[in-house]
C-alpha cells in the first residue's frame, strides 16, 4: 500500500511541478481534489483486500 501512496503522490506533483506555472487557484484546488480522491480510492481498494484475505 505504501508504495502504491508513494507512486500517486509522485505522479500527482510531478504532473502539478510540469503544469503548475500555466495553472491558477482553481486548477491548483481541483488538482488537489483530484490527488486526495486517487489516495481515498488506494486505500479503499486495500481495505477491500484486506477483508477478503
Known amino acids: ?6 507512486l500517486v503522490i509522485a ?3 510531478l504532473v502539478l511541478v510540469a ?7 482553481v486548477e491548483i484546488g481541483i488538482w488537489l481534489f483530484a490527488l486526495l480522491a486517487a489516495i481515498t480510492f488506494v ?3 486495500y481495505v477491500r483486500q484486506r477483508r477478503l484475505s
Open 1 to 6: 500500500m505504501i508504495v502504491n501512496l508513494v
Open 11 to 13: 505522479v500527482f506533483a
Open 19 to 25: 503544469l503548475g506555472s500555466s495553472m491558477g487557484s
Open 43 to 45: 486505500v479503499l481498494r
